[in-house]
C-alpha cells in the first residue's frame, strides 16, 4: 500500500472514514479552539458531523472513484453544519468535481481534484479571509502539488501535505489578529489538518482508535413525567430508516420510489427521501410509525430503524426540533423560515408571524438537510430566510442554492438581534422579493446586537482582561467589557454602545437569568436611559444570560 500510485474508490472511501475518526477524536480539542472566551466553540462538531455523513456505508464501496466521491459529497453536502461545516463540504464537493468519471486516480489526477476542492471551497465564501480553513487548504494543496515531480507515491503525497497543512496552521495567528489575540490557531484549519492526518494513516493502513464521545452522542436520559399514563400524543413520532430495496420484491432498477414519498405524504409530514442505488433514506414525522414500517417492508428490509416520541421532546425531554408554526397545505405566495433556540425565542417568533422555527443557534448549528425539510414545509413559491447566527448563514445559503421547488431569499442576519428587528419589519405587500430582502438586510445593518455570559477562560481580548468565570459583554461580535457581575456587565455594555441612543432596547433574558436580577436591571436601565423604551422578555436562550437589542 505504501508503495501504491493509484488510488480507487474503496481505498478513497476508506481515506475518509480515516479523516473522520482522527477528527472524531480531536474534536474536543479543535472545540477548545475558539477565539472568545465563550461557551459556543462547535467548530469540530460541525466539521465532524459533516465528514462523517459522508463516511457511512454505500451500496457499492467497489465503485469507480468517480461515483464514490461523488456519492460522498452529496452526502457532506447535506450534513454540512455551521461554516466550516459548509467550506468543508464544498471542499469534498471541488474534489468530486475533479473526480468525475475517473475509474480510479493517479497522484496527478488527484493534485488536479484537490486543486477543484480549493477552488470551489473559496468559491462558497463570498468574502473569503485569509487566515482560515481556506487559507490551510490551499497552501497545503498548492505545496504538495508543487512537489509532483519529486512525489513518487500517495503516501509521499499525503505526507506533504500534512506537513504543509500544519505549516500553514501554525501561520494564521500572522494573518488575523483575533487569532493572535487570543493566542489560539484557526479552529476551521485545525480541523482539515486533522482530517489530512487521518486520511494519510488510513492510506497507510494505520488503525485510528475512535473518540470520546460527545455529549450529543451519549444515550438519552428520559424523564418518564414528562409522558405519563393519561398523555396524548399530539406530535407523533419522528421516523427514520434506511431501507434495502429487494429483488425478492421489486424490480429494483426500474423501482419508482415516489410511490413511498407519496404514502409518505399522505400519512406523515416534514418527509425527506433520499434514494442512492437500491438504499432508500427517509424521515418523516407520523402519528402511525408502524404504518410506515409496513408500507416500507412490502418493497424492501431495514437496515436502520430510529422511532423518537416527539411529545417528549416537545415537552423539554431532549433537543427542542424543528417547529411548524403554520400547517396550511395551500401553497402560499411567500413563507419565512427562521432560526433560534429557546422557548421564549421560538414564542417570540411565532407571535411575530414565523411560518416555520429550524431550532438552532450558537453552539447548535442546524445542517443544510435541516433548512431542506423546513423549504418543503412551508409549501411557498418564494421563502425568506433568518438565520440569525453567522455561523448558520452559509448552511442557509447552500440549501438555498440546492432547493428547485422555490425561491429562497437569505436574509444575512448575524445576531438573533437583527434577525428580531428585521423580522419584525417584514412585509410582502410589494411582492418584490429581491426589494424586500434588501430592505431587511438594510435594518438588519442598523441594529446593535449586546450579549451577555460567563468566560469560559482567561485572556487578553482588545485590551480588556478577562478572568476565567468573570462575565464578558460583546457588541457586534467585540468584546467590550468583563467584569465579575452579571449585572455591572449589562450596564457596562450599555454604555459602551451609548444605549441612550437608542429608541428602544430589547432585553432578551436567559435560562439561566434570574428573574429577580432581571426585573432590577431593567428598572436601571429604565431610569438611566428615561427616553428610551425598555423592553424585557424572558426568551430562555441557552450560551447567554441575556441578549440586549439596540434599535
Not at 481505498?11 to 479523516?19: A, D, E
Amino acid at each position: 500500500m505504501n508503495d501504491t500510485q493509484i488510488l480507487n474508490g474503496t481505498m478513497y472511501m476508506n481515506m475518509i472514514r480515516g479523516g473522520a475518526a482522527n477528527l472524531n477524536k480531536n474534536r474536543v480539542a479543535v472545540n477548545e479552539l475558539n477565539v472568545f472566551p465563550v461557551p459556543d466553540g462547535d467548530t469540530g462538531d460541525n466539521m465532524f458531523m459533516t465528514i462523517n455523513s459522508g463516511a457511512v456505508n454505500l451500496e457499492n464501496e467497489d465503485a469507480p472513484i468517480g461515483e464514490i466521491s461523488s456519492e460522498i459529497a452529496h452526502r457532506m453536502l447535506l450534513g454540512a453544519r455551521g461554516n466550516s461545516g459548509v467550506i468543508l463540504s464544498r471542499i469534498f464537493a471541488g474534489i468530486a468535481n475533479g473526480l468525475a468519471g475517473c475509474s480510479d486516480a493517479d497522484i496527478p489526477t488527484l493534485a488536479h481534484a484537490l486543486e477543484c476542492g480549493t477552488d470551489e471551497a473559496y468559491k462558497s465564501v463570498s468574502s473569503p479571509v485569509e487566515g482560515t480553513i481556506l487559507t490551510v487548504c490551499r497552501e497545503s494543496v498548492q505545496y504538495a502539488n508543487s512537489k509532483l515531480k519529486d512525489t513518487p507515491t500517495l503516501k509521499k503525497y499525503f505526507e506533504n501535505l500534512f506537513t504543509e497543512a500544519q505549516n500553514s496552521l501554525e501561520r494564521t495567528p500572522s494573518l488575523l489578529e483575533e487569532l493572535a489575540q487570543a493566542g489560539v490557531v484557526d479552529s476551521g484549519g485545525a480541523g482539515f489538518l486533522f482530517i489530512v492526518d487521518g486520511m494519510k494513516n488510513a492510506l497507510n493502513n494505520e488503525i485510528i482508535p475512535d473518540g470520546e464521545a460527545s455529549s450529543s452522542d451519549q444515550p438519552k436520559n428520559i424523564d418518564f413525567s414528562l409522558f405519563t399514563e393519561d398523555s396524548e400524543c399530539t406530535y407523533g413520532y419522528c421516523t427514520e430508516l434506511l431501507l434495502r430495496l429487494q429483488s425478492a420484491k421489486v424490480d429494483v432498477k426500474s423501482f419508482d420510489e415516489n410511490i413511498i414519498g407519496d404514502f409518505l405524504n399522505k400519512v406523515g409530514d416534514s418527509v425527506v427521501l433520499v434514494r442512492s442505488g437500491s438504499i432508500v433514506k427517509i424521515h418523516v414525522h407520523t402519528k402511525a410509525p408502524g404504518d410506515i414500517l409496513n408500507e416500507c417492508q412490502k418493497y424492501g428490509e431495514f437496515l436502520t430503524v430510529k422511532t423518537e416520541n416527539m411529545q417528549l421532546q416537545h415537552n423539554g425531554a431532549a433537543k427542542p426540533k424543528n417547529i411548524t408554526l403554520k400547517t396550511e397545505n395551500i401553497r402560499k405566495s411567500f413563507a419565512s423560515v427562521v432560526c433560534c433556540n429557546g422557548k421564549g425565542m421560538m414564542d417570540l417568533f411565532s407571535s411575530l408571524g414565523a411560518d416555520y422555527i429550524v431550532d438552532g443557534g450558537q453552539s447548535m448549528n442546524p445542517s443544510t438537510e435541516d433548512f431542506l425539510c423546513a423549504f418543503d414545509k412551508v409549501n411557498a413559491d418564494k421563502i425568506f430566510v433568518f438565520p440569525n447566527n453567522k455561523n448558520i448563514i452559509l448552511a442557509a445559503k447552500q440549501a438555498g442554492s440546492m432547493y428547485e421547488k422555490s425561491e429562497v431569499y437569505i436574509v444575512n442576519t448575524k445576531t438573533v438581534g437583527e434577525g428580531y428587528a428585521a423580522f419584525s419589519m417584514l412585509d410582502t405587500s410589494s411582492g418584490d422579493a429581491t426589494a424586500i430582502t434588501e430592505e431587511l438586510n438594510e435594518i438588519a445593518s442598523n441594529v446593535t446586537t449586546g450579549m451577555v455570559c460567563r468566560s469560559t477562560k482567561s485572556a487578553r481580548i482588545d485590551g480588556i482582561d478577562i478572568v476565567k468565570g468573570d462575565y464578558i459583554g460583546i457588541a457586534n461580535g467585540s468584546i467590550v467589557t468583563s467584569t465579575a457581575d452579571c449585572s455591572d456587565t449589562v450596564k457596562a455594555l450599555c454604555e459602551k454602545v451609548k444605549a441612550f441612543e437608542s429608541d428602544v432596547l430589547i432585553v432578551l433574558c436567559g435560562e439561566d437569568s434570574k428573574s429577580d436580577e432581571a426585573d432590577a436591571l431593567c428598572a436601571h436601565l429604565q431610569k438611566k436611559y428615561p427616553k428610551t423604551e425598555i423592553i424585557m422578555l424572558k426568551a430562555d436562550q441557552p450560551v447567554y444570560d441575556y441578549i440586549l437589542i439596540f434599535e
